[in-house]
């Protein structure tokens, strides 16, 4: 993997995207719903750890411009639809935590079900799973999400101008950006997948490393955006190009488009370990799963009391906890506005200590055994991107966004260059059959118009005293959260340095297939490990992923920040 230099600054690449700014007039004001107060700066800098350079590049330009974190959030969000094209995006959807002036909000712009989705849609006339209708082509796409969220979250707490977050977005799609090692790897692997069945070729097949890569439609689509706000693509020119794209070729109409609202929602609230635990609330599952195996940890102290980082017995306990996670989501968790999710009671001390004296400290329990624990079992991909934010106001967003796997659907938006999701591969197209992460759901997750598919998306901020202490989230689909449960481990019961603990071990299990636990490429267990850990009762495999972790810790008033190793990610810490 090419390595990047985490701490360059591109004055000419920012010098650009200003002259971009003014010379295409994008300065009139956006009217804001509520805009956060002026507050004093209490931080020494603003930081941002992101998934690639250009990314951080468009955060300092806005943090330089005087923007707050959710200027530059969102200046993120549209720039990585450019230079990271594999998942960044607007054709896909997200959520986004935020801490702004003292308080906790949540941000709900995923993918919806369009109007003609049915609960058998992925199903032959023997009621078996097509394959692949719900990972490529336009059948796979889900209602887009993120320029509403992005619309809603710069509306309500952005301090510049609408225009000037979406300037470096526009430059790079209309000036290019030089392409990544990592990103064309990425486009080979998708290449293969889609196998000529989408237009995906005709608009990525032509990117060389190291050469200009330049998406002149994508430029014209951001412009309108910019000029228009978000009701040009729910209802203008970019809604047509969209719903002209889907016609003989999937379900999505202009009346979808229209009907798609963000929505700001309870924050799943946590505590844990001296912290206030802020995550996501369905219909991600992400932030129950990590609250969950952050209390069924604390519970099993005595057990996990001098037991070594990542040793077999650690492997164990962890695995024993996760299985029962996984048990609870694919029975419980969904869209809340379609069923009702018992985040309260799957959340609760006596409920999780109850499940964690299940754990046999000495071998693995049998699978079946292992029910969802209020009263009856779902796979997911593993690509998305993450991006965490402060800024010198002690305000932080920690957002995760996604087309599902890299490239989403295969299917690129004629005349708009947008890369449309494969989002409705996150619902359980049949209850009980594994998706692309290996995961089972139920009715709970079963397809229907205008619902949202379950994610394990888990943008997740933690506060100590009512002050960001940590800003933390990974793509990785089902990973999602037991990733960054293993990274807030390393960091709070290892006190590990930040680097250190993003750039540590992982492994996961996630209750089927039975007693399996998934190493990753960067750091495989094998050798005496794999033997040890496969004499408790473990079956060992590898899988080609386990995250990206974007990480920002605050110490006293000083932000650090830590990209993970594993991607081509950068921090950037602006004074
Ligand atoms: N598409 C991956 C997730 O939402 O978790």
């Known amino acids: 993997m090419k390595l990047i230099d985490r701490t360059r600054i591109s004055a000419g690449t920012l010098a650009l995207v200003t002259l971009t700014a003014i010379s295409t007039g994008f300065l009139e004001a956006t009217p804001a719903l509520a805009k956060a107060p002026q507050q004093k700066p209490v931080l020494t800098a603003s930081a941002v750890a992101v998934a690639d350079r250009y990314a951080a590049d468009a955060a300092e330009q806005i943090f330089r411009e005087g923007g707050n974190a959710v200027d530059a959030a969102v200046a993120i969000a549209f720039t990585l639809a450019v230079t990271y094209p594999e998942a960044g995006n607007i054709g896909g959807g997200g959520f986004m935590t935020l801490y702004v002036d003292g308080k906790p909000y949540f941000l709900d712009f995923r993918e919806r079900a369009p109007l003609a989705a049915t609960r058998t849609m992925y199903l032959d006339e023997q009621g078996n799973v097509i394959k692949g209708k719900s990972l490529y082509g336009g059948y796979a796409v889900g209602?887009?999400?993120?320029?509403?969220?992005?619309?809603?979250?710069q509306r309500r707490f952005g301090k510049l101008k609408w225009k000037q977050v979406l300037a470096p977005a526009i430059h790079y799609a209309r000036d290019g950006f030089e392409v990544d090692e990592q990103l064309v790897k990425r486009r080979d692997d998708a290449s293969k997948q889609f196998d000529g069945k989408t237009n995906f070729d005709q608009y990525f097949g032509g990117?060389?490393?190291?050469?200009?890569?330049?998406?002149?439609?994508?430029?014209?689509?951001?412009?309108?955006?910019?000029?228009?706000?978000?009701?040009?693509?729910?209802?203008?020119?970019?809604?047509?190009?969209?719903?002209?794209?889907?016609?003989?070729?999937?379900?999505?109409?202009?009346?979808?488009?229209?009907?798609?609202?963000?929505?700001?929602?309870?924050?799943?609230?946590?505590?844990?370990?001296?912290?206030?635990?802020?995550?996501?609330?369905?219909?991600?599952?992400?932030?129950?799963?990590?609250?969950?195996?952050?209390?069924?940890?604390?519970?099993?102290?005595?057990?996990?009391?001098?037991?070594?980082?990542?040793?077999?017995?650690?492997?164990?306990?962890?695995?024993?906890?996760?299985?029962?996670?996984?048990?609870?989501?694919?029975?419980?968790?969904?869209?809340?506005?379609?069923?009702?999710?018992?985040?309260?009671?799957?959340?609760?001390?006596?409920?999780?200590?109850?499940?964690?004296?299940?754990?046999?400290?000495?071998?693995?329990?049998?699978?079946?055994?292992?029910?969802?624990?209020?009263?009856?079992?779902?796979?997911?991909?593993?690509?998305?991107?993450?991006?965490?934010?402060?800024?010198?106001?002690?305000?932080?967003?920690?957002?995760?966004?996604?087309?599902?796997?890299?490239?989403?659907?295969?299917?690129?938006?004629?005349?708009?260059?947008?890369?449309?999701?494969?989002?409705?591969?996150?619902?359980?197209?049949?209850?009980?059959?594994?998706?692309?992460?290996?995961?089972?759901?139920?009715?709970?997750?079963?397809?229907?118009?205008?619902?949202?598919?379950?994610?394990?998306?888990?943008?997740?901020?933690?506060?100590?005293?009512?002050?960001?202490?940590?800003?933390?989230?990974?793509?990785?689909?089902?990973?999602?959260?037991?990733?960054?449960?293993?990274?807030?481990?390393?960091?709070?019961?290892?006190?590990?340095?930040?680097?250190?603990?993003v750039g540590a071990m992982r492994f996961h299990h996630q209750l089927l297939p039975p007693n399996t636990i998934f190493w990753e490429p960067y750091q495989p267990i094998d050798g005496p490990l794999a033997k040890q850990v496969e004499a408790k009762g473990y079956v060992l495999k590898g899988q080609d992923f386990n995250g990206d972790i974007q990480a920002i810790r605050i110490d006293g008033d000083t932000p650090e920040a830590a990209a993970d190793p594993r991607g081509r990610g950068v921090t950037r810490i602006v004074q």
């Open 143 to 153: 209602v887009p999400g993120t320029v509403d969220g992005m619309w809603e979250a």
């Open 207 to 501: 990117m060389k490393q190291g050469e200009t890569f330049r998406q002149p439609e994508l430029a014209a689509v951001l412009t309108r955006i910019a000029n228009d706000g978000a009701k040009d693509f729910y209802n203008g020119r970019t809604a047509d190009l969209i719903a002209a794209s889907m016609k003989g070729n999937g379900l999505i109409t202009k009346r979808d488009l229209q009907d798609y609202k963000a929505v700001w929602r309870q924050p799943v609230e946590a505590k844990w370990n001296g912290y206030d635990v802020i995550t996501a609330p369905p219909p991600s599952s992400g932030g129950v799963g990590l609250v969950q195996l952050l209390k069924m940890k604390a519970d099993l102290a005595p057990q996990f009391k001098d037991v070594p980082l990542n040793s077999p017995q650690y492997i164990h306990l962890t695995a024993e906890i996760e299985k029962r996670v996984f048990a609870d989501r694919a029975q419980y968790l969904g869209d809340p506005d379609f069923y009702k999710v018992p985040v309260a009671q799957l959340t609760d001390d006596a409920y999780l200590a109850k499940r964690a004296a299940e754990v046999d400290p000495d071998k693995p329990s049998d699978t079946k055994s292992v029910q969802p624990g209020l009263g009856t079992s779902m796979p997911e991909k593993a690509e998305t991107t993450h991006f965490s934010v402060v800024d010198r106001w002690g305000n932080a967003v920690s957002s995760t966004y996604t087309i599902n796997g890299y490239f989403g659907s295969g299917v690129v938006v004629p005349g708009a260059g947008i890369v449309l999701n494969d989002e409705m591969d996150d619902f359980a197209s049949k209850p009980g059959v594994p998706n692309m992460f290996g995961v089972v759901g139920s009715d709970a997750n079963a397809i229907a118009p205008r619902k949202r598919p379950l994610s394990s998306m888990t943008p997740t901020i933690l506060t100590k005293d009512g002050k960001v202490a940590l800003v933390i989230g990974t793509p990785g689909g089902s990973r999602i959260f037991t990733s960054i449960f293993q990274v807030v481990n390393n960091l709070y019961d290892f006190d590990m340095p930040l680097k250190d603990a």
